[in-house]
């Protein structure tokens, strides 16, 4: 057999089994940062405190979600013909989304009572679908969809020169970006810095970072220096938002916004991480079949989870200040996600909100 074959079909195996995990780990982060939503609620208390230290470990999880469309679907895009492409993001993240921010809608009017039932017309509808505000939680769609409406220039880039072009992204990009407006913020500079590398403004920023993780030759000594300025990144994410946020009376999110460079440099070390860790994680047969099942359920994670929550705390007037509810509820979430999916999947027509 070619070895060349074999090589490529090894690559394209390892890259599933990552992007499994990742898939997997980035549901989980979720659930715990929506179970410790009360860090939006500043507080010098112990459980603000704890909430923010776990807010900040589990921040990841959304510059995940956004990085892994830069492995999954840049490999699944024919340029020469579009169609299928937005076939299947239509079918797979736009009616999903649709669907439950108008249940959202609903449960928030009819059950959580959050929302006057006079405010659904058809101009708050359709300003909250393309917005992601019908349903709080679902903001990150909006970029998402931004993403996926990019990938075909991103794919149109030739395989031979992809390394070279989103290096080139990836760094520049980190520097006018991210880099220098975060220097300007921190210190306080009197300095108006409206440069940026618009191809990948925002949350764009994760596709080239994403490449980068899965196909740049990372060196040992490279690896293991991106896992120490993550780390120190993690740092002081959770010590600068509790020093500012404290001093300031208000939640400070300059370290720990989703934009902001220690996320991004703690985000982008995690990707890497489990990128490293994924062949000897999904190598155990026991793992594997764990992490598989799992990954059949992790988008509905990120659609169902917070309706799970807010119906348990509403109906059993459980204390979301409580260590058990902000480190339990996401172990109670899987199963129960798990098992209404499973139903739904069963009714022809609903299984398609449920991909």
């Known amino acids: 057999m070619d070895n060349t074959f074999v090589g490529i079909h090894h690559d394209m195996d390892t890259q599933k089994q990552f992007m499994k995990l990742a898939h997997v780990v980035s549901s989980i982060g979720i659930t715990f940062l929506s179970a410790n939503a009360v860090f939006l609620e500043l507080a010098d208390q112990p459980y603000w405190i704890s909430s923010n230290i776990v807010d900040s470990i589990f921040r990841f999880c959304i510059p995940v979600f956004f990085m892994m469309p830069g492995i999954s679907l840049l490999e699944m895009i024919d340029i020469q013909d579009l169609k299928p492409y937005f076939k299947s993001r239509f079918w797979m993240s736009v009616v999903p989304y649709a669907a439950w921010s108008l249940i959202g809608m609903l449960f928030n009017v009819f059950y959580l009572k959050s929302v006057p039932a006079s405010n659904m017309n058809a101009v708050f509808i359709t300003n909250g679908l393309l917005n992601g505000s019908l349903f709080s939680i679902f903001w990150f769609f909006i970029p998402l969809f931004g993403i996926e409406l990019s990938m075909p220039l991103f794919a149109a880039v030739p395989e031979e020169k992809r390394i070279k072009v989103f290096s080139y992204l990836f760094f520049t990009g980190v520097l006018v970006n991210l880099v220098i407006p975060f220097v300007i913020e921190v210190f306080h500079l009197p300095i108006y810095f409206p440069i940026q590398v618009l191809a990948i403004a925002g949350y764009m920023i994760y596709i080239p970072a994403s490449y980068m993780v899965a196909k740049y030759p990372f060196s040992k000594r490279q690896r293991y220096l991106v896992y120490v300025l993550g780390l120190l990144s993690l740092f002081a994410m959770i010590y600068m938002t509790q020093i500012l946020s404290l001093d300031e009376g208000a939640i400070n999110l300059t370290y720990k916004g989703y934009l902001s460079l220690p996320t991004f440099v703690y985000s982008f070390a995690v990707f890497l991480l489990l990128k490293n860790i994924a062949p000897k994680v999904m190598g155990n047969p026991g793992v594997s079949r764990v992490i598989t099942f799992m990954r059949g359920y992790t988008f509905c994670f990120y659609l169902e989870h917070k309706f799970l929550f807010d119906f348990l ?39 398609r909100i449920v991909p």
């Open 313 to 351: 705390t509403r109906t059993f007037h459980f204390n979301v200040y409580s260590a058990w509810y902000r480190f339990g509820m996401p172990f109670l979430a899987f199963p129960v996600v798990v098992l209404f999916t499973w139903v739904l999947r069963k009714i022809p027509g609903v299984k």
